[in-house]
C-alpha cells in the first residue's frame, strides 16, 4: 500500500531503539472522528506490523509483530510486539535473540507483554532461555562481553551517528524512490560514517574494531570513494497481490583476496496464508572467492513458516 510507512526512535539503555515498520494492508485500521480545534478529536482501531527492520546498539533484528491499538477515551495507544534476529554460538549453532516489547503492570509490578505508549520498555530475550537469565548474557550471544565492550562501544556509537547524521537526509530519497518506481517498500543503509571513521582515523583509536577490508592488504587498493560504500544495503518490497510480498536486498562487499566490490544478494517472498500466518521463501548468493569457499557456502535457500500470535 501507499503512505504506510511509521518511524520511531525510543529510548533504551543505551542509545535508542530505530524502528521502521510497515504497516499491514490487513490490519483492521484507524478511524478517525472529531476536530483538533475543540479537543473532540478521537482515534479508534488497530494497526498491525509483521514486516519492517528494529535497530538496537549495532544489530539488525527482523520484526515478528508490532501492533497499537487506540482507544477513542485515551490519547495514546495500547502497543506490543517483538523483533528477532539470529546468531550463531561457539559450535555454530543458530540461535534466535528477541527484542521484546514491555511493561510493568502499576497494581501487580509484574511484566506484561502489552503496554501504554508511554510506559513500555524493551528487553532482549533468546529462544530458549535458561534459569535466571540475565540481560548480560543475552547480550553477550550479541558479542557484547566484558573483554570487548570498548570495542563494541566504539561501533555502537558510530551507528548512532549515522541514524542522526545520514537517515535525516535518506528517508526523503527513499519515500521518492517508492514512488517513481511504484514500489512499497525502499530502504538505503549507509555505512559512510563508520567508514569514513575507519578509514582516516584508524591508526589512531585502537578501541575500535578494524573492518574486514582493512585486515586484507590487498583491498587497500580500493578506490577510497568506494571504500566509504562498503557495507552499504538498499532493500526493496513490492506487493504482487495482497498477499505475496517480494523482497530484494544487496550489499556492497569486498570480495576476498581481490581488489574490487561485488555484491551480497538476497531474494525473499512472502505468502501470507492467514491473517497471522506468513510462508517465507529466502535465497541468498553471497560473493566471495570460489577457490576459498565451497559452493554450498556461496549460496543459501531457506524456508521458513512463521506465526505469530496475539499477545
Known amino acids: 500500500g501507499l503512505s504506510n510507512r511509521y518511524f520511531v526512535d525510543i529510548p533504551a539503555v543505551i542509545g535508542e531503539v530505530y524502528m521502521d515498520l510497515s504497516i499491514d494492508e490487513v490490519s483492521q485500521g484507524l478511524h478517525f472522528t472529531g476536530r483538533l480545534i475543540d479537543e473532540s478529536f478521537r482515534v479508534e482501531?488497530?494497526?498491525?506490523?509483521?514486516?519492517?527492520?528494529?535497530?538496537?546498539?549495532?544489530?539488525?533484528?527482523?520484526?515478528?509483530?508490532f501492533g497499537a491499538i487506540f482507544n477513542r477515551f485515551e490519547l495514546y495507544p495500547?502497543?506490543?510486539?517483538?523483533?528477532?534476529?539470529?546468531?550463531?554460538?561457539?559450535t555454530n549453532f543458530p540461535k534466535d535473540i528477541y527484542l521484546v516489547l514491555y511493561a510493568v503492570d502499576p497494581e501487580t509490578?509484574?511484566?506484561?507483554?502489552?503496554?501504554?505508549?508511554?510506559?513500555f520498555r524493551f528487553k532482549l530475550v533468546s529462544s530458549d532461555p535458561t534459569i535466571g537469565e540475565t540481560q548480560e548474557n543475552v547480550l553477550s550471544y550479541l558479542g557484547y562481553s566484558i573483554d570487548n565492550l570498548s570495542k563494541k562501544a566504539g561501533n555502537v556509537g558510530l551507528t548512532l551517528t549515522e541514524n542522526y547524521l545520514i537517515r535525516p537526509l535518506v528517508r526523503p530519497l527513499e519515500r521518492t524512490l517508492e514512488r517513481s518506481l511504484k514500489l512499497d517498500y525502499v530502504r538505503l543503509q549507509s555505512s559512510i560514517t563508520?567508514?569514513?571513521?575507519?578509514?582516516?582515523?584508524?591508526n589512531r583509536f585502537k578501541f575500535l574494531e578494524n573492518p574486514n577490508y582493512y585486515r586484507n592488504p590487498l583491498n587497500n587498493n580500493f578506490d577510497p570513494a568506494l571504500l566509504l560504500?562498503?557495507?552499504?544495503?538498499?532493500?526493496?518490497?513490492?506487493?504482487?497481490?495482497?498477499d505475496i510480498?517480494?523482497?530484494?536486498?544487496?550489499?556492497?562487499?569486498?570480495?576476498?583476496?581481490?581488489?574490487?566490490?561485488?555484491?551480497?544478494?538476497?531474494?525473499?517472498?512472502?505468502?501470507?496464508?492467514?491473517r497471522n500466518t506468513l510462508l517465507e521463501f529466502e535465497y541468498d548468493k553471497f560473493q566471495f572467492n570460489p577457490e576459498y569457499y565451497s559452493r554450498r557456502a556461496l549460496q543459501d535457500w531457506r524456508i521458513r513458516l512463521r506465526h505469530s500470535f496475539n499477545f
Not at 495500547?78 to 561457539?90: F, I, L, M, P, Q
Not at 569486498?254 to 581488489?259: A, G, T
Open 45 to 65: 482501531g488497530e494497526v498491525e506490523s509483521t514486516r519492517g527492520r528494529v535497530e538496537y546498539l549495532d544489530v539488525n533484528f527482523r520484526v515478528e509483530k
Open 229 to 242: 560504500l562498503q557495507s552499504s544495503e538498499v532493500t526493496l518490497g513490492k506487493y504482487l497481490l495482497r
Open 194 to 202: 563508520s567508514n569514513l571513521f575507519y578509514y582516516g582515523f584508524q
Open 109 to 119: 509490578k509484574q511484566e506484561v507483554s502489552r503496554g501504554r505508549w508511554e510506559d
Open 245 to 274: 510480498y517480494l523482497t530484494y536486498s544487496g550489499q556492497l562487499v569486498s570480495v576476498y583476496d581481490e581488489s574490487k566490490l561485488g555484491l551480497n544478494h538476497k531474494f525473499g517472498l512472502e505468502y501470507r496464508l492467514l
Open 78 to 90: 495500547e502497543v506490543y510486539g517483538r523483533a528477532w534476529t539470529t546468531v550463531r554460538d561457539s
